[in-house]
């Protein structure tokens, strides 16, 4: 057992590509003919694992050719569709590199960065993400969207979750093995990683249009995917009935007195004031209450998604 654990220890590539692939087929050959050409370059060892994401085109068809022709290839097959985060992380945990590239399979992300990333690792950093410059190819809807998107999240949320930066990017096994630690189920990738801090870097790039293939994320699943993230990072939105809670009990109090106040000089009409006082002091007592419940289930919520307290970035020195 020992010695299994010791040669898969020594088997690890440099290097592991991981691509979550859903109905990838027109782009996938394109896709690995660019990743091998780098990799060819690069040197050294490496895997490409591709996670066949409940695709119902020809994709696995062509993952286990392209697997059977070269043994970097990996191929894995989810049961059904899992969506591209969940996609992601299966294929980061069957991966074995001791630096993993992860993209898209759609080449809307160039491979061809891999050198400029190394070598922004090689100088130290934990984490190199492709930042993009411009979009080709992505309506102004979209571009608008993802904007205010980030703009949101980050007022939100107290990680700052660079802008502009897709899931494109290298990262140490180290934070690998933490990422792959949080026992979250809705995981917001790109804001998970920049939780976890250490060293990270941008590299600017330009994002270029599909090769192939159409968008797989339409307007409900980026609504569904805003609607993760800021959960994910921020009780905000269910503390926020503590605010509203404060300023209605202030309004309903004042109604309170407003109606006791023109009861004693005489001047409300009958019924008026008993209706008004209950209605006021209710109703802002009410808020008051969600927004406690608010407060706690927000720690709860924190508390139940299980995140490691504190992260060991590394240890330098001491007994050997
Ligand atoms: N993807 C996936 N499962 C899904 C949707 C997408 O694995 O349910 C993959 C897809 O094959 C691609 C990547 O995730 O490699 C990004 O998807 P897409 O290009 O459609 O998103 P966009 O770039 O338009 O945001
Ligand atoms: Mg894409």
Same mark, same amino acid.
């Given at each position: 057992m020992l010695w299994v654990a010791a040669m898969s220890e020594l088997a690890r590539p440099a290097l592991s590509v991981v691509a979550p692939c859903y109905n990838e087929q027109e782009v996938l050959p394109e896709f690995l003919r660019r990743v091998g050409t780098v990799l060819d370059a690069a040197g050294g060892?490496?895997?490409?694992?591709?996670?066949?994401d409940g695709s119902r085109d020809g994709t696995w068809d062509v993952m286990t050719a392209a697997a059977a022709a070269d043994p970097r290839i990996v191929a894995v097959r989810l049961m059904r569709n899992h969506g591209h985060q969940l996609a992601l992380t299966a294929g980061l945990s069957v991966?074995?590199?001791e630096r993993i590239?992860?993209?898209d399979a759609d080449l809307q992300d160039p491979p061809e960065l891999l050198p400029d990333m190394m070598a922004l690792m090689n100088q130290g950093a934990d984490v190199v993400y492709g930042q993009r410059r411009q979009r080709d190819g992505e309506s102004l809807f979209k571009r608008a969207t993802a904007s205010g998107f980030y703009r949101l999240i980050n007022r939100l949320t107290d990680v700052d979750i660079p802008a502009d930066a897709g899931d494109f990017r290298l990262v140490t096994r180290r934070v690998l093995d933490l990422l792959l630690a949080m026992p979250e189920r809705h995981r917001f990738f790109r804001g998970m990683v920049a939780w976890i801090g250490g060293r990270q870097v941008p590299l600017h790039y330009d994002r270029h249009a599909r090769v192939a293939g159409e968008s797989k994320y339409p307007l409900s699943k980026m609504i569904r995917f805003a609607a993760d993230a800021i959960t994910a990072f921020s009780v905000v939105p269910l503390m926020a009935s503590m605010t509203i809670g404060w300023v209605m009990a202030a309004v309903g109090f004042g109604f309170f007195l407003y109606s006791i106040? *023109?009861?004693?000089?005489d001047a409300n009409l009958p019924g008026w004031t008993s209706i008004m006082a209950a209605l006021g002091l209710l109703g802002g007592m009410q808020f008051l209450m969600l927004g406690i419940i608010g407060a706690y289930l927000g720690r709860l919520y924190d508390q139940s998604k299980q995140?490691?307290?504190?992260m060991i970035r590394d240890?330098? *020195?001491g007994p050997k």
């Open positions: 060892t490496a895997e490409v694992v591709l996670v066949d991966c074995r590199g590239l992860i993209i106040i *023109g009861w004693l000089m995140r490691p307290l504190f240890i330098v *020195g």
